[in-house]
C-alpha cells in the first residue's frame, strides 16, 4: 500500500468556521509533510513531522494549527481563515526522517479549500 | 536551502515528438534528485528517482540523468502520448529543510 489518503477533498468554509483536514499513511513512513500549492504554481512546504514531533515550520500564520495524534495520521486545523487561503493542500509522507531527504515523498489527492 | 531553475511552459508538441524539460539546481551536497508530475485536478506522482551522480532514473519511457558537473537534472521522452500532458516538476531533495523543494513546473501539452 503506498497511498495517502486525504480527506475530505473539497471543502468550503467561511472566514469564522473551524475545520480540519485530515491525512492517513499505512506506510510505516515517520516524516509527513503539508504543502499548500496554489493555481499554476509549485507546492510549497508548511510543515514538517518528523517522529510525530514538528520539526519545521516554515512561518506559516498561527491560523493553520498541524497536529501529528500518531505515525499515520497528520491533521490540519484551520481557523479564521482568509480568503486568500484558498488553495490545494497536499499532505506527503516519506520514509526518511533523518534530515537527509534522500528517499521519495509520497503526496495524498490534496484537499482543495475555497474561504468564503 | 536549495534553489531549482525549471524551464517555462507550457510546451506544446505533437504526439510522437521528443520532449526535454530542462532542469538545473543549486544545492549543499549531493541530494536525491527527483522529478514529479501532476495530471489536472489531482496531487503529485513520482516520476522517477536519482540518488547519486550518472544515475540515471526512468520509469514510463522517461528518462533523466543526474549531472553532478553541471548540477541538472533534464527530463526527456522519446514519443510523447496526449496522456502525457500535465505539469510536470524537478524537486532536489533539501538536506537542510529534510523535505523536497519543488521548481515552478513545466506544463505540457500534447496535441493528436
Known amino acids: 500500500d503506498t497511498e495517502v489518503t486525504q480527506t475530505p477533498k473539497h471543502l468550503v468554509m467561511g472566514m469564522t468556521n473551524k475545520k480540519s483536514l485530515k491525512c492517513e499513511q499505512h506506510m510505516g513512513h515517520r516524516a509527513m509533510y503539508w504543502y499548500k500549492q496554489k493555481a499554476k504554481k509549485p507546492p510549497e512546504l508548511m510543515f514538517v513531522?518528523?517522529?510525530?514531533?514538528?520539526?519545521i515550520n516554515e512561518s506559516v500564520p498561527s491560523r493553520f494549527s498541524p497536529e501529528c495524534p500518531n505515525s499515520s495520521l497528520l491533521n490540519l486545523h484551520l481557523h479564521a481563515l482568509q480568503p486568500e487561503d484558498s488553495a490545494l493542500y497536499l499532505c506527503?509522507?516519506?520514509?526518511?526522517?533523518?534530515?537527509?531527504?534522500?528517499?521519495?515523498?509520497?503526496f495524498g489527492q490534496g484537499t482543495r479549500l475555497t474561504v468564503v | 536551502g536549495n534553489s531549482v531553475t525549471q524551464m517555462e511552459g507550457p510546451v506544446t508538441l505533437s504526439e510522437e515528438a521528443f520532449l526535454t524539460i530542462n532542469c538545473t539546481y543549486t544545492a549543499t551536497g549531493y541530494p536525491s534528485l527527483f522529478w514529479y508530475v501532476q495530471y489536472p485536478g489531482e496531487g503529485l506522482q513520482l516520476l522517477l528517482k536519482?540518488?547519486?551522480?550518472?544515475d540515471k532514473g526512468s520509469n514510463k519511457g522517461f528518462e533523466a540523468t543526474y549531472r553532478k558537473e553541471t548540477t541538472s537534472f533534464h527530463l526527456e521522452k522519446g514519443s510523447v502520448q496526449v496522456s502525457d500532458s500535465a505539469v510536470y516538476f524537478c524537486a532536489p531533495g533539501d538536506t537542510g529543510r529534510r523535505a523536497l523543494t519543488f521548481g515552478s513546473g513545466t506544463r505540457l501539452q500534447v496535441q493528436p
Open positions: 536519482a540518488t547519486k551522480a550518472d
Open positions: 513531522y518528523s517522529y510525530e514531533k514538528l520539526s
Open positions: 506527503a509522507s516519506s520514509q526518511e526522517a533523518g534530515g537527509r531527504a534522500r528517499t521519495e515523498a509520497f
